[in-house]
């Protein structure tokens, strides 16, 4: 789990020991609110194994490796970063 050092909203986290089964690592939760609010989605698809899929998903890992997160400290930076990918997947 990364988490913002200096955001209070993203950096409240708790370690619980008590959760490990087989493993020796502790389950880490965090709570990220989010606002209730009605987004319009929709579904597009491409058809697995097709002529068309290996291209795309070419595109789209060259799209998500130009695009800048070094800096997303609030809300508006990450809607930003969403928006262009989403605008990067529309295009292809």
């Known amino acids: 789990m990364f988490l913002h050092c200096n955001s209070s909203e993203l950096n409240m986290h708790s370690i619980h020991p008590e959760w490990c089964l087989t493993s020796d690592h502790a389950p880490l939760i965090i709570t990220i609110s989010i606002i209730e609010e009605y987004i319009a989605t929709q579904k597009r698809s491409i058809t697995k194994n097709s002529e068309e899929e290996p291209e795309f998903i ?21 809607e930003k970063v969403v928006l262009d990918f989403a605008n990067v997947v529309d295009y292809t």
């Open 58 to 78: 070419k595109e789209v890992i060259i799209a998500f490796s130009k695009l800048d997160t070094s800096n997303i400290s609030d809300i508006p930076k990450l």
